[in-house]
């Protein structure tokens, strides 16, 4: 017998009213999803998600009273387990490397259309993380002029599949398992290689991932 999908609760924050609208429409087709809130202030906006808890937040860029990035940072130590697809038609290496660092788990930019839309915001949902083909273009292109490639050199073999493993959204206890180590080794290699990459977080990790080549951007993660 096939195992129900529970339906995941969402809040759209959208300044532009039709917009809005048009994904709340959209999404109210999809049976894997229920709209809970809808807004477009970026104050009310973090009220509304401490009062609703969704399970997923698709969050703009840029909003009136509180920028998406403030809204996420204010948002997401209280709302740890909520998952956030940032869709903006603003975006920038500062911006995306601001949104993943604030928590947000997947950028999608407007321009590629309602279709990327809804494989990023399926991924997402599901505990992967996503970017758009224009953020990942500007991401490689940023990688392109900077040496960001020449921490991995100082990887092992080892830390290089925990690494991808990790930003494939793995748990320490998957990785252990599917190469054939202890969950403590797993630890080890990930600390060390944090280390030597200077970054502290799974989002960093994914990002820095996906800038080397290790993930690609259309490779669902969870």
Not at 152 to 173: P, W
Not at 206 to 211: C, M
């Amino acid at each position: 017998m096939a195992i129900a999908t529970q339906t995941k609760r969402i809040v759209i924050i959208e300044d532009h009213t039709a917009i809005r609208e048009m994904l709340a429409e959209i999404l109210r087709h999809e049976h894997a999803y229920k709209i809970v809130g809808e807004c477009g202030d970026g104050l009310k906006a973090c009220q509304l998600c401490l009062d609703l808890k969704p399970d997923v937040i698709v969050l703009d860029a840029r909003l009136p009273g509180l920028s998406g990035v403030d809204v996420l940072r204010r948002i997401s130590k209280p709302l740890k387990s909520a998952r956030v697809l940032v869709f903006s038609g603003y975006e920038s290496p500062a911006l995306v490397r601001e949104m993943l660092e604030a928590g947000a788990h997947g950028f999608v930019e407007k321009t590629a259309g309602l279709g990327e839309f809804k494989k990023g915001l399926e991924t997402v949902a599901d505990g992967g993380t996503y970017f758009g083909p224009g953020v990942a273009a500007l991401l490689r292109n940023v990688v392109a002029h900077t040496n960001s490639a020449n921490g991995v050199d100082a990887l092992t073999g080892r830390e290089r599949e925990i690494l991808k493993l990790v930003a494939e959204s793995n748990s320490t206890k998957e990785i252990a398992q599917k190469l054939g180590i202890s969950a403590k080794t797993v630890d080890n290699h990930r600390t060390n290689l944090m280390r030597k990459l200077n970054l502290h977080d799974v989002a960093s990790l994914t990002r820095y991932s996906l800038e080397i080549g290790l993930i690609d951007h259309r490779t669902p993660t969870w």
